[in-house]
């Protein structure tokens, strides 16, 4: 029995939705897409919701909606589309490192990192944990900076009764294939309550505006079938994460007392979009597992400050991010994982330790 990291769902409402709007509508955006956008924007409680192509465009988007153009604080651990956004944007990133905890960013490390030239801070809810957005939001109020939140891993995670993508002035979201859900190939959203933010990402979304472009733009549009996919994930998503948070509590009753891993903290704010451990002789581990057939990930294996592109950013080492890559595994976490499967796992894990 092969078990994979992660395993998107697909039912027949979803296929039927699909072939509809493909016999109905028009391919790209339409009626399917200002549904899906009314929907989401319902769902994490926000007056808009602006659909593009991927979550590296939402990130890019909402840069450029407003006007950033200096330094941005983000993580170094977490995927590289975070950053790469930042430099597409025409800004600069500025490291934050992760607390050893959580693996979020750390709010101290943010107040470490302001200097005049910072305008933003690019909070990611890594792993499907919501950030601490109480203590973000503070500096950010106190020193005027923006908050773009990265939630391309934490779809319908509540923070203090607030959704993330919520909390903010920008939310961004992706739905490419693994997410917690998807729109069955690659998406994005947008979420905000500014109306000027939502019109300009409108825009930009459409070559800037197409034959009347106000701004130079890009082609950033929603699929109308992957819109009529989403709607339908999207009323499964949040059944599909209480399945997650009942995985994690049983790796966690299963795996407790391995003293060669260390396990993610157990939150209910957390949607687990990855089930994520820190694992001594971690690709030994990894490699054992894998001649078992079952698969992990490893997300993410180089800090993104010491990837080459990016090395230039960086002004100290970030030991916290650092230590994670090395040692970082993603568990098998997918809403249709059985319990049977999830128990060979953690037999396996036990077996590997020599428990
Ligand atoms: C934290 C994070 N940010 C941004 C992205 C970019 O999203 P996309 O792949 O849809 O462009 C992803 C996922 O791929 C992600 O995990």
Same mark, same amino acid.
């Given at each position: 029995?092969?078990?994979?990291?992660?395993?998107?769902? !697909?039912?027949?409402?979803?296929e039927?939705?699909?072939?509809?709007?493909?016999?109905?509508?028009?391919?790209?955006?339409?009626?399917? !897409?200002?549904?899906?956008?009314?929907?989401?924007?319902?769902?994490?409680?926000?007056?808009? $919701?602006?659909?593009?192509?991927?979550?590296?465009?939402?990130?890019? #988007?909402?840069?450029? +909606?407003?006007?950033?153009?200096?330094?941005?604080?983000?993580?170094?651990?977490?995927?590289?589309?975070?950053?790469?956004?930042?430099?597409?944007?025409?800004?600069?990133?500025?490291?934050?490192?992760?607390?050893?905890d959580?693996?979020? #960013?750390?709010?101290?490390?943010?107040?470490?990192?302001?200097?005049?030239?910072?305008?933003?801070?690019?909070?990611?809810?890594?792993?499907?944990?919501?950030?601490?957005?109480?203590?973000?939001?503070?500096?950010?109020?106190?020193?005027?900076?923006?908050?773009?939140?990265? +939630? =391309?891993?934490?779809?319908?995670?509540i *923070?203090?009764?607030?959704?993330?993508?919520?909390?903010?002035?920008?939310? %961004?979201?992706?739905f490419?294939?693994?997410?917690?859900?998807?729109?069955?190939?690659?998406?994005?959203?947008?979420?905000?309550?500014?109306?000027?933010? =939502?019109?300009m990402?409108?825009?930009?979304?459409?070559?800037?505006?197409?034959?009347? =472009?106000?701004?130079?733009?890009?082609?950033?549009?929603?699929?109308?079938?992957?819109?009529?996919?989403?709607?339908?994930?999207?009323?499964?998503?949040?059944?599909?994460?209480?399945r997650?948070?009942?995985?994690?509590?049983?790796?966690?009753?299963?795996?407790?007392? #391995?003293?060669?891993?260390?396990? /993610?903290?157990?939150?209910?704010?957390?949607?687990?979009?990855?089930?994520?451990?820190?694992?001594e002789?971690?690709?030994?581990?990894?490699? *054992?597992?894998?001649?078992?057939?079952?698969? +992990?990930?490893?997300? *993410?294996?180089?800090?993104?400050?010491?990837?080459?592109?990016?090395?230039?950013?960086?002004?100290?080492?970030? /030991?916290?991010?650092?230590?994670? $890559?090395?040692t +970082?595994?993603?568990?098998?976490?997918?809403?249709?994982?059985s319990?049977?499967?999830?128990?060979?796992? %953690?037999?396996?894990?036990?077996?590997?330790?020599?428990?």
């Amino acid at each position: 029995m092969v078990i994979p990291t992660s395993m998107p769902v !697909v039912d027949e409402e979803m296929e039927k939705e699909v072939l509809r709007v493909l016999r109905e509508e028009f391919f790209v955006g339409g009626k399917s !897409v200002e549904k899906f956008e009314e929907e989401f924007a319902e769902y994490i409680g926000v007056d808009y $919701a602006v659909a593009v192509s991927s979550g590296t465009d939402a990130l890019v #988007i909402a840069l450029r +909606c407003l006007g950033i153009k200096g330094k941005v604080i983000a993580p170094p651990m977490t995927f590289v589309a975070t950053i790469e956004s930042i430099v597409l944007a025409g800004a600069k990133p500025k490291f934050a490192d992760i607390d050893a905890d959580t693996w979020n #960013i750390d709010p101290k490390e943010i107040e470490k990192a302001i200097d005049k030239d910072v305008e933003a801070i690019m909070p990611v809810h890594l792993y499907g944990l919501p950030c601490e957005m109480k203590e973000i939001m503070d500096i950010a109020e106190e020193k005027g900076l923006y908050v773009i939140e990265d +939630c =391309a891993q934490a779809h319908g995670a509540i *923070y203090d009764n607030k959704k993330v993508g919520s909390i903010g002035d920008i939310g %961004c979201f992706s739905f490419y294939s693994t997410k917690n859900m998807t729109v069955g190939g690659n998406g994005g959203m947008i979420t905000t309550n500014d109306k000027k933010v =939502a019109e300009m990402a409108k825009l930009l979304r459409e070559h800037g505006g197409s034959n009347f =472009a106000e701004y130079i733009g890009y082609n950033a549009r929603m699929n109308t079938m992957n819109a009529a996919f989403g709607r339908v994930q999207l009323k499964r998503l949040d059944e599909w994460n209480k399945r997650r948070k009942e995985l994690a509590k049983m790796y966690h009753e299963l795996l407790g007392g #391995i003293d060669k891993i260390k396990l /993610p903290i157990i939150d209910e704010r957390h949607v687990y979009h990855l089930f994520v451990i820190e694992a001594e002789d971690r690709d030994g581990l990894r490699e *054992y597992l894998r001649s078992k057939e079952i698969f +992990c990930g490893i997300h *993410y294996p180089v800090a993104i400050h010491e990837l080459k592109p990016y090395r230039e950013y960086a002004e100290k080492n970030y /030991p916290n991010s650092e230590h994670h $890559a090395k040692t +970082c595994l993603s568990l098998p976490m997918y809403p249709t994982l059985s319990d049977e499967e999830l128990k060979m796992v %953690c037999d396996e894990i036990r077996k590997f330790y020599g428990e």
